[in-house]
T-cell receptor, first 114, second 116 residues
């Protein structure tokens, strides 16, 4: 079965530090990959997505992710975090088949200290 | 424009009671999903509706869970004889069925269910 693994469960950073959150998926076929963010008290929002083409994907708020097919990875990065980036981050892949249902990783809680 | 809305935002119920959770998708979105977010299991798919097609119920955890979508719009998730392990946040998402946003899902704020 397809699965998504996020290695970092809880990350604490100071403002201006660089961020990289790991995400690995198990599916070997064509993949559609996503990073969603959930700010405190808010609903899940899409940060960025990869369907095809350039493996370096840029999203909102200065986030980017790189799809590395050989490593089955889709890590999220930001060069300089802000206090407002404090949130929970979810990596997800669309499952095989034609429903488009998402398979999520366990999530990473990011805490940015001012 | 209006996003996905869900009601109630919070629901506290007693073990053994039935509950209904409602989702209003974004207008024009024909695909609708229910997910569950719980501490132990993370975010899990429950059920998927697409137009008039038979729903994909493969994620429903037991036969106490059911869902329907009336008129291709509003959806209701029903949990019968609730158990404490049903406590979770139930999320609804919708998406268009064509175009560049084909696979992008928009999530509602969720319903937090607490079973005492």
């Amino acid at each position: 079965a397809q699965s998504v693994s996020q290695h970092n469960h809880h990350v604490i950073l100071s403002e201006a530090a660089s961020l990289e959150l790991g995400c690995n998926y198990s599916y070997g076929g064509t993949v559609n990959l996503f990073w969603y963010v959930q700010y405190p008290g808010q609903h899940l929002q899409l940060l960025l997505k990869y369907f095809s083409g350039d493996p370096l994907v840029k999203g909102i708020k200065g986030f980017e992710a790189e799809f590395i097919k050989s490593k089955f990875s889709f890590n999220l990065r930001k060069p300089s975090v802000q206090w407002s980036d404090t949130a929970e981050y979810f990596c997800a892949v669309i499952s095989s088949g034609n429903t488009g249902k998402l398979i999520f990783g366990q999530g990473t809680t990011l805490q940015v200290k001012p | 424009g209006a996003g996905v809305s869900q009601s109630p935002s919070n629901k506290v119920t007693e073990k053994g009671k039935d509950v209904e959770l409602r989702c209003d998708p974004i207008s024009g979105h024909t695909a609708l999903y229910w997910y569950r977010q719980s501490l132990g299991q993370g975010l899990e798919f429950l059920i998927y509706f697409q137009g008039n097609s038979a729903p994909d119920k493969s994620g429903l955890p037991s036969d106490r869970f059911s869902a329907e979508r009336t008129g291709g719009s509003v959806s209701t998730l029903t949990i019968q004889r609730t158990q404490q392990e049903d406590s979770a946040v139930y999320l609804c998402a919708s998406r268009l069925s064509s175009g560049r946003t084909y696979n992008e899902q928009f999530f509602g704020p969720g319903t937090r269910l607490t079973v005492l």
